[in-house]
């Protein structure tokens, strides 16, 4: 067997180096691009890949002079303008890091790691709206979205294996890629492996350091973890990141409930209920935190708002019953009655059902029904 044309083999470890990087062995990266450029000094390529590795591992100055100087050789290279930016962020230098990734954009509008480049730069810069849209830009220009979008379909419909099959294909691919490493966290956390979620987590934000998805997951992944306090910081920065999203406010009111905030996790629920109506469990939520505080009628409120929403919900008669001094009405032990002589009704909503109408014939004294 004859031996690999030389171009050939160089071009195949400029490959693996790049691999390497994408994979977070940044230290092995360097040692091999620094041989190449022994063999090859000035290698645009691995120029470029030696000043990411560079800023993987923390060396900003060396970065950001390794890659000034390569695009004043080749001012067109957008991945090392990309990466210059980031380099730039890194250092604290946000408004030149936002001009060079403007630069890329203008003239590659598609260009999906300068989008992500970008939300985190505004985000750096408090741009909190524009930043929103540079996130959904990228998401738009994955180059794997359409998989991405398909294995996501898998995960909420708990086809965990497809999902999983989908997103470690995407990660063969590119190890680096924020999307499939924060689903195959999902995928971790939900099988109760909550340290690999948050390896994963972690270098996803390398990648992107204020990915909406990333922060999402480690906030849920701590959560798990009973790191409340950290959990609670990153659900805060979460909310920053997009304000809009019901889930990250229910983290929030998650962990205030286990640190004993009362007040803020009843903030956050409301304000949960505020983007998602139709939620009848947040409104049972609110519910119970509203009883905690002391607000009896705000209590009884919420929970008969949760039955307006579905009448058939078990668990709030239940916690309807087990407020102090509450009567229920005939309408109400009626349509009691009724869910429990149905045969749509599960064993634990016929438990609850049992224990409030229970507490509805105690009330007007029929005891044999009520036993």
Not at 44 to 70: D, F, H, R, Y
Not at 89 to 113: F, I, M
Not at 191 to 210: F, I, K, P, W
Not at 298 to 326: H, T
Request: proline content about 4%; overall charge neutral.
């Amino acid at each position: 067997m004859s031996a690999p044309h030389p171009q050939a083999a160089f071009e195949q470890s400029v490959r693996h180096a790049h691999a390497a990087l994408r994979a977070g062995q940044a230290a092995s990266a360097e040692a091999l691009l620094r041989q190449l450029l022994l063999q090859d000094p000035g290698e645009v390529n691995c120029e470029w890949l030696l000043g990411a590795a560079l800023l993987e591992q923390g060396k900003v100055p060396e970065s950001i002079a390794t890659l000034e100087a390569l695009l004043e050789r080749a001012p067109d290279f957008a991945e090392a303008r990309v990466d210059l930016a980031r380099a730039y962020r890194r250092d604290g230098r946000a408004a030149q890091a936002r001009e060079q990734v403007r630069r890329v954009l203008e003239k590659t509008p598609h260009h999906h790691r300068a989008w992500l480049a970008y939300g985190d730069v505004l985000v750096d810069l408090a741009q909190y709206p524009d930043a929103q849209v540079a996130f959904e830009r990228a998401r738009l220009t994955d180059p794997y979205r359409a998989r991405t979008e398909e294995a996501t379909a898998a995960l909420v419909a708990d086809d965990r294996k497809k999902a999983e099959g989908i997103f470690r294909e995407i990660l063969t691919l590119d190890a680096a890629h924020v999307a499939a490493l924060t689903g195959l966290a999902a995928l971790s956390l939900a099988a109760d492996v909550s340290g690999d979620a948050e390896r994963l987590l972690r270098h996803a934000l390398r990648q992107s350091a204020h990915s909406p998805l990333a922060w999402r997951g480690l906030a849920q992944t701590l959560l798990a973890q009973g790191r409340l306090e950290e959990a609670l910081a990153a659900a805060r920065h979460g909310v920053r990141l997009e304000p809009k999203n019901p889930h990250t406010w229910i983290t929030i009111a998650g962990v205030s409930t286990r640190l004993m905030r009362q007040d803020e996790a009843l903030t956050a629920y409301e304000q949960a209920a505020q983007l998602q109506p139709p939620d009848v469990r947040l409104r049972l939520s609110i519910g119970h935190v509203q009883k905690t505080l002391g607000k009896r009628p705000e209590s009884e409120a919420s929970y008969k708002a949760a039955l307006e929403l579905d009448p058939g919900f078990a668990e709030a008669y239940w916690s309807l019953a087990d407020l102090k001094n509450y009567s229920f009405s005939a309408a109400e032990v009626a349509t009691m009655e009724q869910l429990l002589a149905s045969d749509k009704r599960g064993r634990a909503n016929e438990a609850q059902l049992h224990f409030a109408l229970g507490r509805a014939y105690e009330q007007r004294q029929q005891y044999p029904q009520a036993f």
